[in-house]
C-alpha cells in the first residue's frame, strides 16, 4: 500500500507541465491564443491536474489514515531512518549541478534562481499556514503540525523545480525528480512522523507551488523560458512508455483458505501498486509491475451452549507484495483511446500474519487472545491483462484495467504456548502447514503518465 500511495506523484509528473516543447516567436503566440484548445490542454487545467488529484487523494484518505497506519506498524513497526532529511533537496541541488556543468535547460542560472525562490516561498506560506491552524496530531504523537507534511512539500517543490527545468531535456530528470520526492514522502510515513493524508497533500502543496511561482516569473520575463528556442526540436519518439499508478479490487476466483479450513468464503481485498513499459515501436514493449494486494479474512463463528455463547477465529488479513516483468502489446484505437495488453511472470512474497480466538467469556481487555501465527511461502507468479487508457492530453490519461493472477503458496502456522502446552491440541495443530491457491482477478483504474 505505501508503495503504491507513496510512487502516486512521480507518476503524474507530465500532468503539471503548463507547456510543450515549442518556439517561442511572438506571433506563432498571438495565433495560437486566438485558437481556441481542448479543455484538458488549456493551461490553467494542466497546470491544476496534479495537485486536484493529490489533494482529493488526501481528503479520501483521511477517515481511514490510521488503519493506512496500521499496515506499516504491521509490517515495519520500528522502522528509523532519516534519509528523509537529506533526499528532499536532492533534485534542486541536481538542477544546480547541472547548470554548473553547462548543461542547457528551460533557463539560465539566474532566472532559474527567481523561479525557484518564488516557488519556496508559496509553499512556505502554504504549509506553515496549515499547520498552525489545522493542528493535527502527529502519529507519533510528538506535535501537533502534521499537516500537511512539510517535508514532502519541500522534496515536490525541489521535483518539480527539476521537472521545469530539465524535463524538457528528457524525462529521465522529471522520473529521477519525482522519484526522490516520492522515496522522501514514504520515509515521513515508515519513519511514523505523518499520516498518508498529510504526504498527499503535502506532495500537492509543492507541486502547485512550483507552478505559480513559474507563472508570475514567466509573465514578468513575457515568455516561457530562456532557452526553449534551441530545445525545441527534442521530442519523444512517440511510443506508448509508460508509467502508472494503480488502485483496484482484488476478487477472488477461489477460497483461498479453503485447506485451512478459517473461512468458507471468497475474499474480496484490495490492490495498489505502480506499473510502467518501454515500448521500442508503436506495438511492442517490455515492463513490469510492483504491487502490494491484500484479502481481510472474515471470522468463523463456532457456537458453544447457550449459557457461554459462541467464539470467533479472527485472522490477519492475507497480504502479499507482487513483481512481475514480460512482453507488452498496445494498439492505438484513436487519437484519444489506447488498448495494452499484457503476459508477465514473476515472483510473489507472502507477509506473517496472526490468528485470534475471540469470545466475550474471555476476562480480557479487548476479550481475544493470539493462538497462533501464520507465514504463506513465496512462490512464482503469472498475470495476464488488459487495459484501456483515455488520455487527456499527449502525456496524460486514466486507465481502466482488469488483469488475472494466479500463484500458490503453503501456508506454516506455529501456534501459541497455550497449544502447545495441550498435550491433543499440540499432537493435532503444531507445526501444521496447508497448500493453497491462490487465483484473483483485479479491476480498477490507473492514472498513466507518457513518455
Sequence with gaps: MYLSLSILPFSLQYAQDSLKVQTISQTFEQQNSQTKKPFFQKEWVKMSIAPT???????????ERKNIREIRNRYIPTFKVGYDNYLQYAPAATVYGLKLAGVKGRNNIGRATLSYAASIGIMAVIVNSLKYTAKVERPDGSSKNSFPSGHTSMAFTNASFLHKEYGVVSPG?????????AITGLGRNLNNRHWISDVLAGAGIGILSSELGYFFIDRIYKNKGDNLGMLADLESNGNPSFLSLKVGSALSTTNFLK???????????FEAGIEGA????KKWGIGGDFSFSSFPINPTRFPLDD???SFDITTQSLGFLNFGAGPYFSHEISDNLNLVLKATAGYSSGASGKIFVKSEIFDLPTDEFQVAEY????NFRWNTGAALTYKFNPELGV????DYNQTQSRISYHFSDVIQNDQSMSDNLNNDSSHEKIKYISLGLKLTAYF
Design 259 to 269: 485447506e485451512s479450513e478459517l473461512t468458507d468464503k471468497k475474499e474480496v481485498g
Design 307 to 309: 449459557d457461554i455463547g
Design 399 to 402: 486507465t481502466l484495467y482488469g
Design 375 to 378: 507465514k504463506p511461502s513465496s
Design 278 to 281: 518501454y515500448f521500442f515501436s
Design 53 to 63: 488529484l493529490l489533494f482529493s487523494a488526501s481528503a479520501a484518505t483521511w477517515g
Design 173 to 181: 530528470y522529471s522520473i529521477g525528480g519525482y522519484g526522490a520526492a
